[in-house]
């Protein structure tokens, strides 16, 4: 292919025996899993429940826990928080960081209509939050804290042991967005003490529209859908099979051969980063360095506009993005100029400026070709747009 992709935060593309394994459920085997009484449906039906098993490894969840498909992360987070919040009606209190994502952000602000309330802890410069912060923040009647194990737009990744350690000597009920870390980082439930944790089949190389929602054994939720049986009881309507067999598939290769490409795609990362950070005084990493995803680079540059900045990347033949996925197509009320981010303004970054912020994201597929054509025409870039701007002085 003629082009770089670095924007696997939105999406990776889809390991190739993930392809195979779903190909036979979009034509011949094209049974409900509902209808196990019969021998198509039977296999459809087998195929789904060994793809829980692959994703319930992946977690290394126990056999009591439960894990439910969804379509994708923001239904598993709405299912997570409104399903505990439907459950603990007298309690009426969250707890969220301010950097998290728009699905569980937007969720909350509808839920003060309905009385409740919610406390939003601050972060640092770095994207991390302070555990201090959290305990004095919880109160008798907090329902649920959600934070997310990683940031999708600046990488950060938050000290989730410690987080899940707090919630479960307080007896609050902890949901982790894991969608950005999940077959990159160790989500192991019986270290993370959380409720409920979302992944993504999309975010590991599997297909999209296939997503998790992992439930601890004794935690009860409330179903978002009224209609049938699937999904125990949590998501009626009837399953996405070949989506969800790509998922399992794309659980069953990370479990298996993380640890031999996360070591590949980190140093790839930190040549990027190194790269970067010699070229310019004036480019700024956002997040912590340290605590990062090992496939995230994330910056901005003084003097340059963000949509020039990835404009003039794509037609060097790099995709990359400008903030994150789901914000980037944000108008402000004049439909001119972006929002700008809230993650990248919790963390110091010049409101004026947060349009300008890249994030290039890596996989398995990216190459030491790859990362050599980024540092050679970025400072071609750069240098070209800070000769067009009249606010960079030479």
């Known amino acids: 292919m003629s082009f770089i992709y670095l924007d696997?935060?939105?999406?990776?593309?889809p390991d190739p025996r993930v392809v195979e394994m779903m190909l036979p459920f979009i034509s011949e085997e094209y049974g409900n899993p509902s209808a196990h009484f019969y021998p198509l449906g039977r296999k459809s039906y087998v195929a789904v429940e060994e793809a829980r098993k692959q994703v319930a490894a992946l977690l290394s969840a126990n056999a009591d826990d439960t894990i439910v498909f969804t379509s994708n992360g923001t239904e598993s987070n709405n299912l997570a928080l409104k399903g505990v919040l439907a459950v603990l009606k007298d309690k009426k209190h969250m707890i969220v960081s301010e950097i998290e994502h728009a699905s569980i952000h937007n969720l909350l602000a509808k839920k003060v209509g309905e009385g409740y309330t919610y406390t939003v802890l601050k972060v640092d410069t770095n994207g991390k939050i302070d555990l201090d912060d959290l305990k004095s923040s919880i109160k008798s009647d907090t329902a649920i804290v959600a934070i997310s194990h990683a940031n999708p737009e600046i990488g950060v990744i938050q000290d989730i042991e410690g987080i899940s350690k707090i919630c479960e000597d307080k007896g609050v009920h902890l949901h982790v967005d894991a969608v950005a870390s999940a077959g990159f980082l160790d989500v192991d439930v019986n270290k993370i003490k959380a409720s409920t944790i979302t992944i993504a089949s999309q975010n590991i190389y599997g297909p999209r529209?296939?997503?998790?929602?992992?439930?601890?054994?004794?935690?009860?939720l409330k179903s978002l859908l009224d209609g049938g049986h699937q999904e125990a009881g949590y998501r009626s309507g009837s399953e996405n099979v070949a989506a969800i067999v790509g998922f399992?598939?794309?659980?069953?290769?990370?479990?298996?051969?993380?640890?031999?490409?996360?070591?590949?795609?980190?140093?790839?990362?930190?040549?990027?980063?190194?790269?970067?950070?010699?070229?310019?005084d004036f480019l700024h990493f956002t997040g912590s360095l340290e605590d990062r995803l090992p496939y995230?680079?994330?910056?901005?540059?003084?003097?340059?506009?963000?949509?020039?900045?990835?404009?003039?990347?794509?037609?060097?033949g790099i995709y990359a993005a400008s903030g994150s996925a789901c914000s980037s197509n944000i108008l402000a009320e004049d439909e001119e100029d972006l929002i700008a981010s809230h993650v990248l303004t919790a963390v110091g970054v010049p409101t004026d400026i947060c349009a300008g912020s890249m994030t290039m994201t890596l996989s398995k597929y990216n190459t030491q070709a790859d990362i050599d054509h980024v540092l050679e025409v970025t400072p071609k870039i750069v240098n070209r747009l800070c000769?067009?701007?009249?606010?960079y002085n030479k």
């Open 296 to 316: 995230h680079v994330s910056f901005w540059v003084e003097y340059i506009e963000g949509e020039s900045l990835l404009m003039s990347y794509t037609q060097s």
């Open 8 to 13: 696997n935060i939105a999406g990776t593309k």
């Open 209 to 220: 529209g296939a997503a998790a929602l992992y439930i601890r054994s004794g935690v009860q």
């Open 387 to 391: 000769e067009m701007s009249p606010a």
């Open 248 to 280: 399992g598939e794309a659980c069953r290769i990370a479990k298996a051969e993380m640890k031999d490409y996360v070591p590949k795609i980190r140093s790839l990362r930190d040549q990027l980063i190194a790269g970067l950070g010699a070229s310019f």
